[in-house]
């Protein structure tokens, strides 16, 4: 899922702490049009300096009746009261319910929103008009904008114990395999243990810390904690600016997310601000989540989004101070660093959920390489099946006897996009699922052989980032004896807890837990779910294959083909 931050304005509502009361009175006996009196408390958000009307601050609503836009909707504080409000006639019929929130206009333009006044209204919590309504309610207030005036954001004992009572509850009462890879008692203890830190006021960040030791024991790649859209909102423009690739037990330089940062690629980083990157990645790959534990997946989430989880982990930097080696040296140099965007870095991190091209190229007149990077198509799933489909017609035509499929960096998706496209790999009809699974109860059973299914050597590429619904699908080809795997090992299986996957916010410090409340198994049988596909010819990169641009994945794949064709092979 990916919102802008003018969609998220426009139609999530958005964020702001303040303290309101909404009175709907008087409604006209008219389909036209309801005249409703605002009002809204702003003592706390004027204390805490969040709100400053001697600055020329305002608050305002935004909602359904005005296209969550403009600044028409402004309340007054007329008696000096701090209760800010004004009437207003809102165009609807009589039996319409409109939504809105109010916020924040700061002097400098800047826009607080309410974060989540109705918790009870997915997805937005917006607030909902009801002419019948009659009391002053509870105020949503965000602490997370306490940074925005440079106060530091603390939240207290109470808050954070209530919060983790939350978290404790919610896996233990609807997650659905809780105790799959941690037994009870030991999960128990590790809750327990974890509770008994919580003994003064922490930050996000701390808070934080305490929570993701106890996701990352539960061996689910869906059970995980998220810092709040406050927290990121705070450190917009300072995240960690260089892209990386973890190689032969070496960080390496692989890029940067920042036009204004300049390292070499290839260059090998040793500490970031006096810390050895060493002790960084201990410490990420002990509280990162993966289904089993896998440390394969966790290895290549820190690769992909190194600059998120540092900043969950460790904070924002308004400056980086790294300690290198450049390529084929041993002297180490420093250098500083200006920060990235967040908006740069989730580009790349979450480039897979924006459709990214699916890809067929002839190698030669024999042999035929078909990238596809993400089965997540959800919403295109037409898109997806056609592309596949006209894949293997013309694979057919050409009578190619040679497939390369990459899935390297393929972290799943859509059933219903990776059962087709095995249907054409398979020998024979093949159940896709174990069970039937909701609406994707007809891959329970035999999937029919498509016109042009493929009779020809398959060979798959895999890496750690293979996840998910593609642990399905690699576990039936590798249950199915169907190609060879060429690569490292997957950081998936052949079931995952994926199924309905669940998001809340803790009430107060709003981090979010995801969890899945059911679990899919690809339909195999004795297969150790403990256990990533291992590759049946292993591909192991070396910073000198990095340097040279080599894809060695593609190329120990050609050279396995030209054995085959050579001394001869079966499928």
């Excluded at 001697?54 to 008696?79: A, E, K, M, P």
């Excluded at 790349?348 to 190698?363: A, E």
């Excluded at 039936?476 to 950081?491: A, M, P």
């Excluded at 807890?497 to 899945?516: A, M, P, V, W």
Aim: with cysteine.
């Amino acid at each position: 899922m990916k919102l802008t931050a003018d969609n998220h304005q426009r139609t999530a509502g958005g964020i702001c702490c303040l303290i309101f009361a909404l009175i709907a009175f008087n409604a006209i006996e008219s389909r036209a049009q309801k005249a409703l009196c605002f009002r809204v408390d702003m003592r706390e958000p004027i204390e805490c300096g969040l709100f400053s009307p001697l600055d020329s601050d305002q608050v305002i609503i935004r909602g359904s009746f005005n296209d969550w836009s403009g600044n028409d909707y402004c309340l007054t504080d007329i008696d000096q009261d701090d209760i800010y409000e004004n009437s207003f006639r809102i165009d609807a019929d009589s039996d319409s319910i409109h939504e809105f929130k109010y916020l924040i206009i700061k002097s400098n333009g800047q826009e607080l929103w309410e974060k989540r006044p109705n918790p009870n209204n997915m997805p937005y919590g917006n607030r909902s008009i009801d002419s019948t309504l009659n009391r002053i309610d509870d105020f949503d207030f965000d602490k997370y904008f306490l940074g925005a005036i440079g106060k530091d954001v603390v939240f207290s004992e109470k808050e954070i114990k209530n919060d983790f009572i939350q978290f404790r509850r919610t896996l233990e009462d609807q997650h659905c395999c809780l105790y799959e890879y941690t037994s009870k008692p030991k999960l128990d203890s590790l809750f327990d243990s974890q509770f008994r830190l919580l003994t003064r006021p922490l930050s996000a960040v701390e808070f934080y810390r305490v929570l993701t030791p106890i996701t990352a024991k539960i061996g689910c790649g869906h059970t995980a904690v998220w810092m709040a859209g406050g927290y990121w909102d705070l450190g917009k423009n300072k995240l960690f600016p260089l892209t990386i690739r973890l190689i032969a037990g070496e960080v390496v330089v692989a890029g940067s997310y920042a036009d204004s940062v300049v390292m070499e690629r290839g260059s090998i980083l040793q500490e970031i601000d006096g810390v050895p990157v060493s002790r960084i990645l201990a410490e990420m790959r002990a509280n990162y989540s993966a289904d089993a534990m896998n440390r394969h997946f966790i290895d290549s989430q820190i690769e992909r989004r190194f600059p998120l989880i540092y900043a969950r982990r460790f904070g924002f930097k308004d400056k980086f101070q790294v300690t290198y080696t450049l390529p084929n040296k041993e002297s180490s140099e420093i250098m500083e660093l200006s920060p990235a965007s967040i908006s740069a870095v989730r580009a790349v991190v979450f480039s897979n959920f924006n459709h990214p091209p699916l890809h067929m190229k002839m190698i030669d007149s024999e042999t035929v390489l078909l990238k596809i990077p993400t089965f997540i198509y959800y919403d295109r799933v037409p898109f997806f099946t056609n592309f596949i489909d006209s894949c293997f017609a013309v694979i057919r035509q050409k009578s190619l006897k040679q497939l390369i499929l990459d899935l390297r960096g393929n972290d799943g998706g859509d059933p219903f996009c990776a059962a087709p496209l095995f249907s054409y790999l398979q020998k024979s009809p093949t159940r896709y699922f174990a069970e039937p699974y909701g609406k994707y109860a007809e891959l329970a059973r035999p999937l029919p052989l498509p016109e042009n299914h493929y009779r020809g050597e398959l060979f798959t590429l895999i890496d750690g980032r293979c996840f998910s619904t593609n642990g399905h699908f690699c576990s039936l080809l590798k249950y199915h004896k169907i190609g060879q795997f060429v690569g490292t090992e997957s950081g998936a299986t052949y079931k995952c807890n994926s199924g309905k996957n669940t998001e809340i916010h803790l009430q107060n410090t709003r981090i979010i837990l995801t969890f899945g409340r059911s679990t899919f198994a690809a339909a195999v049988e004795g297969m150790d779910k403990t256990k990533p596909i291992v590759p049946d010819i292993p591909v192991r990169e070396t910073v000198q294959d990095f340097l040279a641009d080599k894809d060695l994945f593609i190329e120990t794949a050609l050279q396995q083909i030209a054995r085959k064709n050579k001394f001869g092979g079966n499928r």
